[in-house]
């Protein structure tokens, strides 16, 4: 009795050290990665389209599996239409005009896809010749409170201004769910300071749901935020160009078990980070009577998979003045630097008590949070040595740190190892 009591205790302790492990990066009994995700999609053969989209969406209209669809020019949903989408359904955006798809403040799209069958927009391109930028990608928008003089703005993304404002005061607004989408090939760059994101978000409300969501290869940000309320769980972004998750005009947003997958050379000259945070486009535009951006990010996994050369990649994460952000039981590895602090951050001291790095794992970089400014980082790591902030460090490869990070059909980043970490900074 003693002896099977025994082997109880030791397969609960054993459970329980390996639920330990996990409570790093992102998380799950089982990689939730798998069957509805596709980590090489240039090699992809979809079906040629069979029902063209343009213009104008504004009645109720659903698009069907049996159907592949072709984004021609910008597609609007107005006049409070809801566009739904069924599982397995395939939306190609024409390269030629830039098929683009843009959600108007008080319309709707239900893509809520499936494990097994998930709804799908990628570029109109043939295999093996589909390229970043190939097509426009989402755009959202609704009237979500924003941090901008005026509580309204217009994306400049050359939409028709009439039908193409965001921002008001409801953080509640509903703009519907994406579940189980994967957006490939997206991110028109469509002159030197205008590119197009995976997935714009602006002034969109908290009863939106946004889960298990895969941008690939969008040629700027796969996921931006401008301003509004939302909760984010369950995405990747894999080899973005530009930035993994970027938020600003006052954005509020919970993100939790998410993944930002890089690969060096797929990255801006100009620099490119898995977050970029700030409260504002410019000063002028704040409105110090709203909110600031304030991101709450929770076992999340960066991960550079060219780890022992950066390439072009940078920090991970980027921080403004007068932003907040919070980072808990993450994993941040293969980067030059953990977080960066823009040198326009005035008073230190300041924006330090508006970030918080908790139980975070830094791992394989070459530092872990310094200032654009040198004469900061003292302070900076006076104020983050303190052991109350459960940082870690160590120098592993990917493919001891986590479970099959070089599968390169379905790539499992869940933690596989706490082997020896050195606390403090």
């Known amino acids: 009795m003693k002896k099977v009591l025994f082997i109880i205790i030791?397969?609960?302790?054993?459970?329980?050290?390996?639920?330990?492990q996990q409570t790093k990066g992102i998380i799950g009994q089982n990689n939730w990665l798998k069957n509805w995700t596709n980590f090489k999609p240039a090699t992809e053969e979809?079906?040629?389209?069979?029902?063209?989209?343009?213009?104008?969406?504004d009645k109720d209209l659903t698009l069907n599996k049996k159907?592949?669809?072709?984004?021609?020019?910008?597609?609007?949903?107005?006049?409070?239409?809801?566009?739904?989408?069924?599982?397995?359904?395939?939306?190609?955006?024409?390269?030629e005009t830039c098929g683009t798809l843009v959600i108007t403040k008080g319309a709707k799209i239900i893509a809520e896809g499936k494990e097994t069958d998930p709804i799908v927009f990628t570029s109109d391109k043939a295999s093996f010749t589909r390229k970043p930028g190939d097509w426009g990608g989402i755009i959202i928008l609704g009237d979500a409170p924003i941090n901008k003089i005026g509580g309204v703005s217009f994306l400049?993304?050359?939409?028709?201004?009439?039908?193409?404002?965001?921002?008001?005061?409801?953080q509640d607004s509903d703009s519907g769910i994406l579940k189980y989408v994967r957006i490939e090939f997206s991110g028109r760059k469509l002159n030197a300071t205008k590119e197009l994101n995976g997935l714009s978000l602006a002034g969109v409300g908290r009863k939106t749901q946004f889960n298990?969501?895969?941008?690939?290869?969008?040629n700027d940000d796969s996921f931006e935020c401008y301003g509004g309320d939302v909760n984010f769980e369950n995405l990747i972004s894999f080899r973005a160009t530009d930035d993994d998750f970027d938020f600003t005009q006052g954005a509020q947003c919970n993100i939790n078990n998410s993944a930002a997958i890089r690969y060096p050379y797929s990255s801006d000259i100009s620099g490119s980070r898995c977050f970029e945070i700030d409260s504002f486009d410019k000063i002028e535009n704040l409105d110090i009577t709203k909110k600031l951006t304030k991101i709450t990010a929770s076992n999340i996994t960066l991960v550079n998979l060219e780890e022992n050369n950066q390439g072009l990649v940078r920090e991970a994460i980027f921080i403004k003045d007068k932003s907040y952000f919070n980072l808990n039981n993450s994993i941040v590895s293969g980067f030059k630097l953990c977080v960066l602090l823009d040198n326009k951050i005035a008073n230190i001291s300041a924006n330090l008590a508006k970030i918080n790095l908790q139980n975070v794992l830094i791992n394989n970089c070459a530092g872990g949070i310094q200032s654009e400014l040198a004469e900061n980082d003292s302070e900076i790591k006076n104020w983050?040595?303190?052991e109350s902030f459960s940082?870690?460090?160590?120098?592993?490869?990917?493919?001891v740190l986590f479970l099959e990070p070089n599968n390169k059909k379905t790539p499992d980043f869940r933690l596989k190892t706490n082997s020896i970490l050195a606390k403090g900074y």
């Open 391 to 399: 940082i870690e460090y160590s120098k592993q490869n990917n493919s």
């Open 10 to 20: 030791i397969c609960l302790i054993s459970e329980t050290s390996i639920n330990a």
């Open 67 to 95: 159907q592949t669809y072709r984004l021609i020019g910008v597609v609007y949903v107005t006049n409070n239409a809801v566009l739904t989408i069924e599982p397995g359904t395939i939306i190609r955006g024409d390269v």
């Open 46 to 57: 979809y079906p040629e389209a069979t029902i063209i989209l343009t213009g104008k969406i």
């Open 384 to 386: 983050y040595n303190n």
């Open 212 to 218: 298990f969501i895969q941008i690939s290869y969008s």
């Open 156 to 170: 400049d993304f050359n939409l028709d201004h009439m039908i193409s404002h965001y921002g008001g005061q409801n």
